[in-house]
């Protein structure tokens, strides 16, 4: 058999080579487009979005038109009148690889911050254009990656809530790695991408629909380009909406990272709980460069930092606009409103709203007192009217340091519709000097359970700043 096999001019050329290299030479070779991450690996990575849209009007004091109350001058079911604006952000970071996941993916990197800015103009006069940014002693940064997203936290303390929108960047580089397909490709090839990175690159925290799939365009020995394209569907922060998007890869085969991506955006979002609707249209870059451990995040310069991440140092810092105390809170809470005298925070659980806290800043009931309690009982019950039921508990509660005297109020109301029971939870919190604050929750009384004591835990970390001392970026 193997005689005539080895007769000259029996076997094709192609057989031999596959008997020595392993492959067969005809058909298009397929490769494979995956991420090499590896622990101390370094880059430098840019991010820039640029976004132009409208959204509703705020009203005369700034506060944002979310609820959809009509005032006595509105006719049912109007919007308020839409205001353009634009909105250019630059970030800029230095990045190590601390750990990576089972799947070869970024676990967690720690990242130095070279730039953090964000311009916001309204394009309504004077005074209408804000500049964001990240207070220095913040810069040094850990990325952990949590399901299918990223959590930030930074090392020299707590991040505010704009501080955190500025830096929890569309398309964490993080996340890139999903963009590749999942099995070997050649150019002209299409692939879906998926939950992860349909999040990453729409902000929603639930997805319903995802068409977004991506196509190999070019590929050489030094890169695979791919466009994508595509549509999500969804909500974030219990507001619905939908994003259109178009774009490009480079995955850079030498370094085994998408080194580059730029995506075009399209959204159109209704209100929800906590922001008003907008629409826009908006580009998002995304660049990284490989290079070697920068001196800035050497181990030498790690030593001795709080590099692992806990639920205490995830919470956020709320300092109102007058600057007068501090707290705490979780990222559940988010900023409705905050104006000199009265902040509003509102909670999500699954796309829903959990409850809303009302901060008011009372007067100044002189050194070392506060109002009377029984005055604040009244007043509460005048205030509440016929929704007042019953007062459910009261008595003074801990916090820390700084705080002064805490009381706690809880007060339920009476059924409403659709046999919901309102529950309210009042406190009074005064400062060594007399500075008072009123907190106010609101809750239904079927959302008890959940909520727990998170009002507590809020007011618990609430510390009165010295007089003088300014609100730091809020």
């Not at 006069?125 to 040094?140: E, F, H, N, T, Y």
Request: charged residues 25%.
């Amino acid at each position: 058999m193997w005689a005539a096999i080895l007769r000259p001019g029996r076997v094709p050329i192609g057989f031999w080579l596959m008997i020595f290299l392993g492959s067969p030479v005809w058909g298009e070779d397929r490769m494979v487009l995956k991420e090499k991450v590896e622990v101390g690996q370094s880059a430098r990575v840019s991010v820039t979005l640029t976004a132009r849209g409208s959204r509703p009007e705020f009203d005369s004091k700034g506060e944002k038109r979310v609820d959809r109350e009509p005032g006595p001058n509105v006719k049912p079911g109007a919007l308020p009148p839409s205001f353009p604006f634009q909105f250019d952000s630059q970030l800029s970071w230095l990045e190590r690889v601390r750990s990576v996941g089972p799947q070869g993916r970024i676990q967690q990197a720690v990242r130095r911050l070279e730039r953090a800015e964000a311009t916001i103009d309204s394009f309504r006069g004077a005074g209408q254009k804000m500049v964001v940014g990240v207070r220095p002693d913040l810069s040094l940064v850990l990325a952990e990656r949590r399901g299918a997203g990223v959590m930030l936290i930074s090392t020299g303390g707590p991040l505010t809530r704009s501080e955190l929108d500025l830096i929890q960047t569309v398309g964490d580089p993080a996340l890139l790695g999903e963009l590749l397909p999942t099995g070997p490709v050649v150019v002209g090839d299409r692939w879906d991408l998926d939950s992860v990175i349909a999040a990453a690159l729409s902000e929603y925290d639930q997805i319903t629909i995802n068409t977004l799939r991506a196509k190999l365009e070019a590929l050489d020995a030094r890169a695979a380009r791919f466009s994508l394209v595509g549509e999500v569907r969804g909500s974030v922060r219990g507001a619905t909406g939908s994003v259109a998007l178009t774009g490009e890869a480079i995955f850079d085969r030498q370094s085994g990272l998408v080194s580059r991506l730029q995506v075009e955006r399209a959204e159109a979002r209704q209100a929800g709980p906590v922001e008003s609707a907008l629409e826009v249209k908006s580009t998002l870059t995304v660049e990284r460069t490989p290079i070697s451990v920068p001196v800035e995040l050497s181990d030498a310069a790690l030593e001795g930092l709080p590099l692992e991440s806990s639920p205490e140092r995830e919470l956020l810092l709320l300092e109102p606009p007058d600057g007068a105390y501090a707290l705490l809170h979780d990222r559940a809470w988010h900023i409705i409103n905050d104006s000199v005298r009265r902040v509003v925070l509102r909670r999500m659980r699954g796309g829903n709203m959990e409850a809303q806290c009302d901060l008011i800043t009372g007067p100044n009931a002189g050194r070392g007192r506060h109002q009377d309690l029984t005055q604040f009982r009244d007043d509460i019950r005048k205030g509440l009217r016929a929704e007042f039921a019953d007062f459910v508990g009261e008595g003074e509660v801990g916090g820390g340091k700084g705080g002064g005297f805490r009381y706690k109020l809880g007060v339920q109301g009476n059924e409403k519709d659709h046999g919901l029971v309102p529950l309210w939870y009042y406190y009074l919190v005064a400062g060594p000097e007399g500075d008072q604050v009123v907190a106010i929750f609101t809750l239904n009384r079927d959302v008890e359970p959940q909520f727990g004591d998170q009002d507590e835990r809020m007011i618990g970390t609430l510390e009165w700043k010295p007089a003088g001392a300014k609100a730091s970026n809020r």
